[in-house]
């Protein structure tokens, strides 16, 4: 399913490779990556725009026989004014929960296990200048894709009524994409709708929907947001944390 669905850097910790842990991880979704972590890219710092958000995710997803199942995962989220990150993820089970911390100044990503005390500290390669010969052939395979955009289209974008969501204003966006690859039972192609609603001033989703009609549904919202400064200590690796680094 393609989806437009807008993550922080922080979130990229989280599918991180969890395997390099040699313990046993409790039980959790599967956010699995290849060991080594993402691949280079110059991370994006947003700053002087602390803010500290809790928002929760639904799932649904129709099984071969019909019925719905739903998940939930709550996230926390915050920024500091120096654009430094922090992600909480938990699905309700009554665990830890997944932690992660970014620091787009110096380009490196945390993910912290707090069953067994372990940080795992990826560094971030910046991506290497392509070369002319590089340069031309993605300009090549950029064009192609614009010719088959055009002649395929599969985007229908429309501005949606703003809305106020955890007190914070937030303006809409609703976009019909259609799937020339996959059809439904009937025939018809595949048109997914989705809608985010964004906060101007923060630069991030504050809600926003998915409805693919082969069968799965998530809803993201934001239930309360705050605008003060975090706490500095939730951005720093625990002291009686042990530190495993790596590079991609």
Known sequence: MHCRFVFSSAALALVLAVASVQAQTP??????????????????????????????????????????????LEQRRMRDSAGRERTELTNGSGGPPFVSLTDPAA??????????????????????????????????????????RAAHPSGDTTDLPPRTIAGASAEGERRIITLHAATLSNGDPVRVIEETWTSPDLGIPLASTSDDPRGQKIAMTVVDLQRSEPDPSLFRIPADYQITEQKN
């Not at 707090?114 to 340069?135: G, V, Y």
Request: aromatic share 10%.
């Open 27 to 72: 039980a959790f979704p599967p956010f699995v990556a290849p060991r080594g972590g993402p691949p280079p890219f110059k991370m994006k710092c947003v700053t002087g725009k602390p803010y500290s958000l809790v928002s929760k995710t639904t799932t649904s997803k129709r099984l071969a026989d019909g019925t719905w199942t739903t998940t939930v």
């Open 107 to 148: 380009q490196t990503i945390v993910s912290l296990f707090a069953f067994n005390k372990t940080a795992i500290l990826t560094h971030i390669s910046l991506p290497i200048p392509p070369t002319p010969e590089q340069e031309a052939r993605s300009a090549e395979i950029r064009a192609k894709a614009a010719e088959y």
